[in-house]
């Protein structure tokens, strides 16, 4: 149980971390970005790494596999994880339906 305890709190200290340092200065360059090109789409890839309804983010699995080698590259285990996190979140479909729709109006 003692490393599931050192886990938790190593996300959440990834969580807090995350939410101080970046969250804002990422979310004023995405408003720069927004107001100049109106019909962009802006992913944010912390919405696939932390969880912020439980003020985590998924930096190291159970058995201690680290997801990231550095401060943003995703390791093997890492892709694989999160891969499956932007699956179940649909985190690409903005993306998709803007697609879609973009073929339609070109098809008509």
């Known amino acids: 149980m ?3 305890n050192f886990i938790s709190r190593l996300n959440k200290e990834y969580f807090e971390e995350f939410r ?14 927004v107001c100049r090109f109106r019909d ?3 992913l944010d890839r912390m919405d696939y790494i932390c969880d912020e309804k439980n003020e985590k ?4 699995d159970d058995q201690l596999n680290k ?22 979140q ?13 073929k339609k109006i070109k098809s008509e």
Do not use: Q
């Not at 997801?67 to 179940?88: L, P």
């Open 67 to 88: 997801y990231f080698y550095d401060y943003g590259h995703h390791t093997m285990d890492g892709a694989e994880f999160f891969g499956k996190r932007i699956d179940d």
């Open 57 to 60: 983010c998924y930096s190291i």
């Open 40 to 42: 962009i789409i802006v």
């Open 90 to 102: 649909k985190w690409f479909k903005p993306v998709f339906e803007r697609v879609e729709s973009i």
């Open 20 to 33: 101080e340092r970046e969250k804002d200065l990422v979310n004023e360059e995405n408003k720069r970005i």
């Open 2 to 4: 003692e490393i599931r």
